[in-house]
């Protein structure tokens, strides 16, 4: 429908969600085994297929290499090879250890792109694009990925901009059925905008200071070091900022067999800084946070308004807590807004792993990466 504006298309889809999100409750619909689930257009056949496959071990379509021994030396000129490919099958392309200057985009069209490291302390991409330098927030990314099903592994992109700069994005993902594995993504403030889209970090190291997992994806991090620095004189720390915008979007951050701690530099100033788990960017923000071990540079409260004194969101957002462990971990200070829940049952943490919320079974095997569907 030409004529229609994107603010009508949202409010239309945004009636459709609430309306299924009823029947839904209706019919009380829950999948009895997700490690076991395909869709149901996945032929036997596809589904042994996919069980079986190991990206992990094929080899590489593409070179990339400082010192002239591959096909590219740099990831942006294999990036636009692999884009121009008819068929958009998985097509790999390994990047050789080296400090990789530059800013790269996987574009919405080049879908099924794999990028693998030599490690995430030997293959580094790294610029320092930010908003006081005249980027916008989105644009500041080191690392943009849009095709579906990217996949990154053993590297490492960093925003070098500095706490100085304000919003300095390192990676920014809006790519569907997108995994990162034993990825480093490090900054200051924005540094992972997990824009849009289903999205799974494993054993992945995450560093920053304000807002620095923050979007509207539906995300699970799992076996994950977050790491808070130290921030400017008079800044507080928040870990998220999720953007969930109606209450029938299937968007969330779930954080999973993780640990939270201080990085290095604010560990000697842990007192001087207020850290917090999240704060809510849009009206039904929704982070979860299970089983995770989290240090004593979290305060008490936990959860953050979105400005100091601001009652904004605080009865919609779903903020939830389970089984965490850790000095920073109790929840008997935390805040006491409608919002925040500290979880007990095992049947309502299970909405947020990865069986669940990303559905994670039907199309995480293909990846060769391992995970953990339930609690």
Request: proline letters at 3%; one cysteine or more.
């Amino acid at each position: 429908m030409p004529a229609i504006s994107n603010k009508n298309l949202s409010d239309l889809i945004g009636n459709c969600l609430a309306v299924n999100g009823v029947l839904m409750k209706q019919h009380n619909h829950t999948t009895a085994n997700h490690e076991e689930y395909f869709p149901s257009w996945v032929s036997r056949h596809e589904r042994r297929l996919l069980v079986s496959a190991s990206l992990a071990k094929s080899r590489p379509h593409l070179v990339v290499s400082q010192d002239r021994s591959g096909h590219f030396r740099s990831i942006q000129s294999a990036i636009n090879f692999a884009g121009r490919r008819r068929i958009k099958s998985r097509f790999i392309i390994y990047v050789k250890k080296g400090v990789y200057r530059e800013n790269i985009e996987v574009g919405n069209d080049n879908h099924n792109i794999m990028l693998v490291g030599d490690g995430a302390r030997k293959t580094i991409i790294t610029s320092g694009r930010s908003v006081k330098n005249g980027y916008t927030t989105y644009n500041s990314a080191t690392a943009g990925f849009g095709g579906q099903r990217f996949v990154a592994k053993d590297m490492t992109f960093i925003n070098t901009a500095g706490p100085l700069r304000g919003q300095a994005v390192s990676v920014r993902s809006s790519s569907d059925l997108s995994v990162f594995y034993r990825v480093g993504i490090h900054g200051f403030q924005d540094t992972l905008y997990i824009h849009s889209q289903r999205q799974f970090f494993r054993e992945c190291y995450i560093s920053g200071t304000i807002d620095f997992i923050f979007g509207n994806a539906a995300v699970v991090f799992q076996n994950c070091m977050i790491l808070v620095r130290r921030p400017l004189r008079g800044q507080a720390n928040v870990i998220t900022a999720q953007g969930r915008g109606d209450p029938f979007q299937n968007t969330g951050i779930t954080i999973h067999s993780s640990r939270i701690i201080a990085a290095s530099d604010l560990r000697p100033v842990i007192r001087a800084y207020k850290t917090y788990l999240g704060r809510p960017w849009q009206a039904y923000s929704r982070v979860t946070i299970m089983k995770t071990y989290i240090d004593n540079s979290i305060s008490p409260l936990g959860w953050s308004p979105w400005l100091r004194g601001s009652n904004f969101a605080l009865n919609t957002v779903f903020y939830g807590e389970y089984k965490n462990f850790g000095p920073g971990s109790s929840t008997r200070w935390r805040v006491r807004w409608k919002g925040f829940h500290a979880i007990t049952s095992a049947s309502v943490a299970s909405r947020f792993t990865v069986g669940s919320l990303i559905a994670g079974g039907s199309w995480l095997p293909s990846t060769g990466v391992p995970f953990k569907t339930g609690l």
